[in-house]
Structures are given as C-alpha cells and as structure tokens.
Nanobody
Framework: QVQLVESGGGLVQTGGSLRLSCVAS????????MGWYRQAPGKQRELVAS???????TYADSVKDRFTISRDNAKNTVYLQMNSLKPEDTAVYYC????????????????WGQGTQVTVSS
C-alpha cells in the first residue's frame, strides 16, 4: 500500500505565502514525476506544477514566478512554495506521484493525496 499525505494548507491573506508538503509512504521502489494539482469549486482539476526525477519543472502560466516546486528524493517528498498568493489561488491542492512499488515495471502507477485546502482572502 502507498499513501500520500499533504500538509501545509490553510487560510492566508492576499500577498501571503504558504508551503505545501506531500510525503509518500509504504511500499515504494522508485518515484518518477511528482506534481501538484488544484481544484476550485465548480472547476476541473488543473495541473499547477510538476517536477521530473531529473529535476526539470513545469508550471501553469497562472502561477509562474510565484510558485516553486521542489523534491527531496531521500524523503519521498514534494514541496510547493507559494508566494504572492491571490484569491484565485483558492482551491483544494492535491499532490500526485508516478511511482512503482516493486522492481516489476508493470507496477508503475499514479498515486494521489487526499488534498489540502488553501484559502486566500482578499
């Protein structure tokens, strides 16, 4: 079994900062890409940022220059530093990891956290 647990969400004023963390635990052989998604009420889930095993990053246009994704492979952890937060960043944030649980390449699969609420007040 694999579990992803997010933390770091909360309520912050416009212009403030938050740092999200997501730790993977359980039977993990290796992790490839990691990412953060978000879903606002009435909207589809969207990709916020992703990072490859080699450290290459991608960002949604709406968060470029404000958010930074990073990872600690030794800790099976991905982070999202969010600065200059805006009310439109309000959403439930989910972490995602593409990992395999054994040496068998057929065990590669996507795993998701339960989500953490981020609310930015105006």
């Amino acid at each position: 079994q694999v579990q992803l647990v997010e933390s770091g969400g909360g309520l912050v004023q416009t212009g403030g900062s938050l740092r999200l963390s997501c730790v993977a635990s359980g039977m993990i052989f290796s992790i490839d890409a990691m990412g953060w998604y978000r879903q606002a009420p009435g909207k589809q889930r969207e990709l916020v940022a992703s990072i490859t095993s080699g450290g290459s990053t991608t960002y949604a246009d709406s968060v470029k220059d404000r958010f930074t994704i990073s990872r600690d492979n030794a800790k099976n952890t991905v982070y999202l530093q969010m600065n200059s937060l805006k009310p439109e960043d309000t959403a439930v944030y989910y972490c995602q990891m593409f990992l395999r649980t054994t040496y068998d390449v057929r065990t590669w699969s996507n795993y998701w956290g339960q989500g953490t609420q981020v609310t930015v007040s105006s």
